[in-house]
């Protein structure tokens, strides 16, 4: 390595958000099934890194805004698709729209959903984006996971989408009875989660992250730590 390849590795900033099962914080340290992949990735291409813990809103924003940036896990969406380059996909997952179980509702399909009172949704979240992007007049917006089913709880709103990996980890974290919560018939769509990077990146750079991202899946320690996680997941081919 060159030390102007040196240097550019130490500037780059490494994001993510708190999100279970994906990155959190446990006990003042790092964990997760995404965070334990690009842990490994990054030792694999031998660039010693810290991930740093922001806000989603604002990590969005850096990404988007300011060279040198590096974010996990992100959805890869059309909308997203040309404002950053991409690794990946880290997982796939479904997204539904949940219910409180005791309020009765019948919600079968898309349309179901565009006709309740309230949509709650994470600002910026594929999900919100998506139903803009379907003309839903009765979204009401928050910026953290944990608040949508605080409220759906308190019937503060009628539906949330949400992936379905997401679901039980965001209920502990809000200390919500899992049994509360329902998931209905309706599927939003398929979400598959990258690690993104700045546009500024080069495709070198980007090339090798994925190479390393390969390896792991062809050795089998990426399968072992899905399993740690999430030992009844079933991916996507």
Do not use: C
């Not at 994001?15 to 790092?30: L, T």
Request: overall charge positive; proline content about 5%; glycine content about 4%.
């Amino acid at each position: 390595m060159t030390l102007g390849q040196f240097v550019q590795a130490e500037e780059r900033i490494i994001m993510a958000e708190d999100y279970r099962p994906f990155q959190y914080i446990e006990n003042g340290a790092w964990s997760g099934l995404s965070f334990e992949i690009v842990s490994e990735i990054l030792k694999i291409i031998d660039q010693p890194s810290k991930i740093n813990l922001y806000p989603w809103a604002r990590a969005y924003s850096e990404i988007a805004n300011k060279p040198n940036r590096i974010l996990f896990s992100m959805a890869r969406t059309a909308d997203r698709e040309h404002l950053f380059k991409w690794v990946g996909p880290i997982i796939e997952d479904k997204v539904f729209f949940y219910k409180k179980r005791s309020v009765k509702i019948n919600i079968n399909d898309i349309a179901d959903a565009k006709a309740v009172g309230t949509v709650l949704v994470v600002r910026n979240y594929p999900e919100h984006a998506d139903l803009q992007k379907r003309l839903f007049t009765n979204l009401y917006i928050v910026n953290q996971p944990v608040q949508l089913f605080k409220m759906l709880v308190l019937e503060r709103g009628d539906l949330v989408p949400s992936g379905e990996i997401t679901v039980l980890p965001i209920l502990q974290k809000a200390n919500i009875d899992p049994h509360l919560i329902e998931q209905t018939n309706a599927l939003l769509f398929e979400n598959k989660l990258y690690i993104a990077f700045s546009k500024d990146t080069s495709d070198l750079e980007v090339l090798k992250w994925q190479q390393a991202l390969n390896q792991l899946k062809s050795t089998g320690k990426y399968a072992q730590i899905l399993n740690n996680y999430l030992p009844n997941f079933k991916q996507s081919k």
